[in-house]
């Protein structure tokens, strides 16, 4: 094996390990949050940390912010609903059908943004069903959740920064 070839494959190893550092930071932290602040949802700070660390791209502050104004607006939008047609089970049931179907021709053309609005009306209208205060929790924890899980990640690139990024910084400075 030449030197190149051992470099490259430490710079991966280096890679992979703060990777998997990044994740479970992430993780731990947000499930720990979540849990010690009392929400009925522990889990989902952890949730949308992962789901964005996994995703490998960088995140800067313009995806972020429509992130969270994307979950906000999906869980308003889904609350609305349910308030609506809770009374009417047929019209909630077509309502919710053609929802749910437009966000999965929406994700089929490519659009990435209409998962958030999965994520909110397929989950807090069923909750609202069964109880309009669990809703509500959802929906809180849905939005500071993913305001939490943003954070994390910023905090997890910062604490585990990327190898090879680190690299071209170094070699532009040069």
């Keep these: 094996m030449s030197v190149s070839q051992s470099s490259l494959s430490a710079t991966e ?25 009392g929400w009925d949802f522990p889990f989902l700070p952890s949730l949308f940390a992962v789901q964005l660390l996994s995703a490998r791209r960088s995140l800067d502050l313009k995806r972020a912010f429509g992130f969270v104004a994307l979950m906000a607006v999906g869980c308003v939008v889904s609350l609305m609903i349910a308030l609506i047609f809770v009374d009417r089970p047929l019209n909630f049931i077509i309502i919710m059908g053609l929802v749910i179907f437009l966000e999965f021709l929406a994700l089929a053309r490519g659009q990435a943004a209409a998962g958030i609005f999965l994520i909110t009306t ?49 070699r532009k400075v040069l």
């Design 13 to 37: 190893s280096a890679e992979r390990d703060a990777f998997a550092f990044r994740i479970a930071f992430a993780a731990s932290i947000g499930f720990t949050l979540g849990y010690q602040l």
């Design 122 to 170: 397929s989950f807090v209208p069923m909750m609202a069903l069964s109880s309009l205060d669990l809703a509500y929790a959802l929906v809180h924890d849905l939005i500071v959740g993913s305001i939490l899980a943003l954070l994390l990640t910023f905090l997890a690139h910062a604490l585990f920064p990327s190898h090879v990024l680190a690299e071209q910084d170094d």
